[in-house]
Each structure stands twice: as structure tokens, then as C-alpha cells.
């Protein structure tokens, strides 16, 4: 027979066993992330499993995973992938959409380094006003600023070419990347440059040789920033690059409309996982590099 001391022990314990804390808290935590990666997540599975039907099987049950939810179709799948990997020019479009992405971003990288290390740490008149400038592009849709942008790239025989497609996208993630590094750069304890200064170094050995050694993490991250929004990039790119040669892959895609593709689903979603498969390998081997930069200052502080 249990007395009052018993019981007020197994309330105790209960009560220490199962608390918010310990307990509820983490098992919501997990149960909330999962939600939230299965629901980002869900893109990329609808558009796999998809490529591995056919056309009956999509519209009939498009979720499903065919070879559980439908007799087996190994072959329809891979044949999606190999056909619109010949038919289509993939390589060419590939092509296209890398150099325009890896330029973009090198040269959004390379401006932002420099521009956010003067408005972080150097001194000169109207600083803060030039920095809004800079960062402005946040405030004006794609869509209002694609006319000037055409209509000058124009007046500079710059259509239908890389140099011209690499500037125009530049134009759009520079802001992002310089307001990112901006807040990196202030982050930075000052008496790391003033030791290197100590030593003898001037103030462009010191950011060579101490600031973008540090930096490699928030830079790698922008680079990566920069590298995604280029990619993805439809409006300009449908604009910009008007040609075969300089066609990227979202605009190829919808250039299949009214094409055989797009009556064959399947055909569809493999050519929308082709084109996802470089952002994705990409990320897959920055993604450190883009936490790093994210956590430890910019984006954080701008």
C-alpha cells in the first residue's frame, strides 16, 4: 500500500520525467523540420517519380511511387531520360546555362567582395547613401527593370550574347551579395587588420592577406547565392538570349510547348530533373560553406 511519500515521489518523477523542456520540446522541434523538409522536398519528388511513368500512370495516381503503386515500368523511366537527353540538346542548352551562371556569379562575387569591404570598412562621404543605392535593386521587381535593361543592352549590340546576359544578371544579384558581405566584413574584429598593419602590411596587404582568407566561407556562400539566381533566371535569359546558342535551360523548357514532350509528361518532368541536377550537385558541395557564411554574420547584420 503506497502512503502519501510514494506518492508525492512518482508526481515528482513524472513531473522531471516528462517536461516541456526535455522533452515535448525537441520531439516538436524534429516533428516540425520534418514537415517542413518533406514540404520542400516534395518538388523534387513529384518530378523524379514522375519521369518514371507514363502518362496514364501520372494523371492517375501522381504521387505514387511506381514500382509499388503501379505494375513495373523499368524501362519507361529511363527512356524519358535517354530520349529527351538525345532528342533534346541538353548539352547545348547545359552548356549555355553554365557559362552564363558561373560568369554571373564570378563576376557578382568579385564585385560585391570589394564594394562591401569599402562600405564596411573604409570612410568616405556619402557612404550610407551610396550603400542604399547599391542594395536599391531589392525594391524593383525583374519585371520593371527588364525594358531598360533590353533596350540598353541593345543600344550596346550586347543581345544574344554571353557578355550581355552576364551583365544583366549581375545586375540583379549584386545587391544581395554585397549586403550579405557587407555585414560579414562588419563583423570581422578591426584588430585583426591592425595587427597585420603593425607587421608592415598596408591596408590592401592586410585585406589580401587576413580579410578574404576569413572570408572564404561568406564568399563561397554569395558565389553559390549568385550561381542559383543565375541558373534560375527565366525572365531576362527569355529576353536576353534570343538564339540557339545563347538559349539556357529554362527557357529550352518552355520552348517545348506545343511540342511531342509536353503531350508525354513523363518527357517533361525528366527534362525538369536534368535541368535541376547541377544547382543540386552544386549545393550539395557548397553547402557548408553557404551555413558557415549565413551564420556567422552575413545575413545576419546588414
Known amino acids: 500500500m503506497s502512503t502519501d511519500t510514494d506518492r508525492q515521489w512518482r508526481f515528482e518523477t513524472a513531473q522531471q520525467g516528462l517536461n516541456w523542456e526535455q522533452h515535448y520540446k525537441p520531439v516538436l522541434k524534429y516533428v516540425a523540420l520534418a514537415v517542413l523538409m518533406a514540404w520542400m522536398l516534395l518538388p523534387l519528388y513529384y518530378t523524379f517519380v514522375n519521369s518514371l511513368k507514363t502518362p496514364e500512370m501520372i494523371f492517375t495516381t501522381p504521387l505514387g511511387i511506381p514500382w509499388v503503386t503501379f505494375q513495373p515500368v523499368p524501362w519507361s523511366g529511363r527512356n524519358a531520360w535517354r530520349t529527351m537527353w538525345g532528342a533534346f540538346p541538353f548539352v547545348q542548352y547545359t552548356l549555355a546555362t553554365f557559362v552564363v551562371s558561373v560568369g554571373t556569379a564570378g563576376l557578382a562575387t568579385v564585385s560585391a567582395v570589394f564594394a562591401a569591404?569599402?562600405?564596411a570598412r573604409l570612410d568616405f562621404p556619402f557612404k550610407n547613401g551610396l550603400f542604399v543605392l547599391s542594395v536599391a535593386g531589392f525594391a524593383f521587381p525583374v519585371v520593371l527593370l527588364a525594358i531598360p535593361i533590353f533596350v540598353l543592352l541593345q543600344q550596346l549590340q550586347l543581345?544574344?550574347?554571353?557578355?550581355?546576359?552576364?551583365?544583366?544578371?549581375?545586375?540583379?544579384?549584386l545587391p544581395y551579395n554585397i549586403w550579405l558581405l557587407r555585414g560579414f566584413f562588419e563583423d570581422l574584429p578591426r584588430n585583426l587588420e591592425e595587427a597585420a598593419r603593425v607587421d608592415g602590411c598596408t591596408q590592401i596587404g592586410a585585406f589580401f592577406r587576413v580579410i578574404l582568407p576569413l572570408s572564404r566561407p561568406a564568399i563561397a556562400s554569395v558565389f553559390l547565392l549568385a550561381f542559383?539566381?543565375?541558373?534560375?533566371?527565366?525572365?531576362?535569359?527569355?529576353?536576353?538570349?534570343?538564339?540557339?546558342?545563347h538559349t539556357t535551360l529554362p527557357v529550352a523548357?518552355?520552348?517545348?510547348?506545343?511540342?511531342?514532350?509536353?503531350?508525354?509528361f513523363h518527357y517533361l518532368m525528366a527534362a525538369t530533373f536534368l535541368t535541376m541536377l547541377v544547382p543540386i550537385t552544386m549545393y550539395m558541395y557548397l553547402q557548408?560553406?553557404?551555413?558557415?557564411?549565413?551564420?556567422?554574420g552575413g545575413g545576419v547584420k546588414g
Do not use: C
Not at 159 to 168: D, E, Q, S, W
Open 117 to 119: 569591404y569599402a562600405f
Open 159 to 173: 543581345l544574344n550574347t554571353y557578355t550581355g546576359m552576364i551583365l544583366a544578371f549581375t545586375a540583379f544579384t
Open 228 to 245: 542559383l539566381l543565375a541558373w534560375h533566371n527565366f525572365l531576362m535569359a527569355f529576353i536576353i538570349g534570343q538564339d540557339p546558342l
Open 253 to 264: 523548357i518552355l520552348e517545348l510547348q506545343g511540342t511531342f514532350f509536353v503531350r508525354n
Open 288 to 296: 557548408k560553406y553557404l551555413v558557415e557564411g549565413l551564420s556567422s
